[in-house]
Each structure stands twice: as structure tokens, then as C-alpha cells.
């Protein structure tokens, strides 16, 4: 379970639903070229998607580090931690569609939604096991459900010209 659970780390967080188009931030008023910015609307796109990301990361690295290192075996213990992790990536994504990307990002953007919506809910499934076992019956299962998260991260970070993240 912990092996599972810390590659969640490095792709970011999960979804509730999408905000409405018209609570979203007007776009960057920079020229979209094949639905991609570039120069400082770009950068700016970059800093903020990496703020949440960073910020999702860290929260993420505590309640894993916990499940890792001392609540792997505590069924109590390791469901608080497995509910604080889908919370986190909620919050994520709540705020990551918060953001005006540009169509091609946008993309992105909402794959990442919905295949981070599947693993919350996934996180939140572990968090209701009744025993330690079936607590770890969950570890492939979260594992494979980091695959298309990990990809829509790196899709977003290369649209945004940030490097891939460093623990996929």
C-alpha cells in the first residue's frame, strides 16, 4: 500500500466538479498560437499551476509519509491519512480549474479532472476499508490509477514549458 500510495505523490491531486465558465478568470489577452501562449502569459500560467501543484504535493507528502511510515498496519491511522490525501486532491483541482488555460491546456486541464475525480474516489474507497487487508488489496488498484494522471500532468507541465515532475 505505502509503495502504491507514494507514487500519488508525484502527479498531483483529485477533483470534485467543475467550476462554471463563468466563475473562471477571463484569458491571458496573449495570442494563442495552435492553443498554446507563450511568453509571459505563459510563465504566468506556469506559476500558478505550480503554486497549487506545490501545494498539493506537500500535503500529499505528509499524509503518505505518514501511511508509509507508521500507518501502513493502523487501519484507523491509514484511513485518516487515505481521506486527508483525496481531500488534498480535491482541493487541487477545484483550484485547478479555477485557472483560464488556453484550449489545448484547457484539455489538459480537464483530463486531469476526470481521471483524478476517478482516483479520489478510488483513495476515498480505500479510506472505507473495514480491515488492514483489504486496505492493502487497494495498493495496485491506486497504483494503476496513477498511469493517466501522471500522463495528463506531464501533457500540462510540457504545454506550460515546465519540466516533467521529478518523481514520476
Avoid: W
Amino acid at each position: 500500500m505505502a509503495l502504491g500510495c507514494a507514487v500519488l505523490l508525484s502527479a498531483g491531486c483529485a477533483p470534485t466538479k467543475p467550476a462554471s465558465p463563468a466563475a473562471r478568470p477571463a484569458a491571458s489577452a496573449t495570442a494563442a498560437v495552435g492553443g498554446l501562449v507563450s511568453g509571459p502569459a505563459r510563465r504566468a500560467l506556469a506559476a500558478r499551476y505550480l503554486a497549487i501543484a506545490n501545494a498539493g504535493n506537500r500535503r500529499l507528502d505528509a499524509a503518505f509519509g505518514r501511511l508509509q511510515r507508521r500507518d501502513r498496519n493502523r487501519l484507523a491511522a491509514a484511513e485518516a491519512d487515505l481521506r486527508d490525501a483525496a481531500a488534498t486532491e480535491r482541493l487541487f483541482d477545484r483550484r485547478l480549474l479555477q485557472i483560464a488555460f488556453p484550449p489545448r491546456t484547457e484539455q489538459a486541464a480537464r483530463l486531469l479532472y476526470r481521471v483524478n475525480q476517478a482516483r479520489a474516489a478510488l483513495t476515498t474507497a480505500a479510506a472505507a476499508s473495514t480491515s488492514v487487508r483489504q486496505l492493502h488489496a487497494y495498493q495496485r488498484r491506486l497504483t494503476a490509477a496513477n498511469q493517466p494522471v501522471e500522463q495528463a500532468v506531464k501533457t500540462i507541465r510540457r504545454q506550460l514549458g515546465l519540466p516533467p515532475p521529478s518523481t514520476s
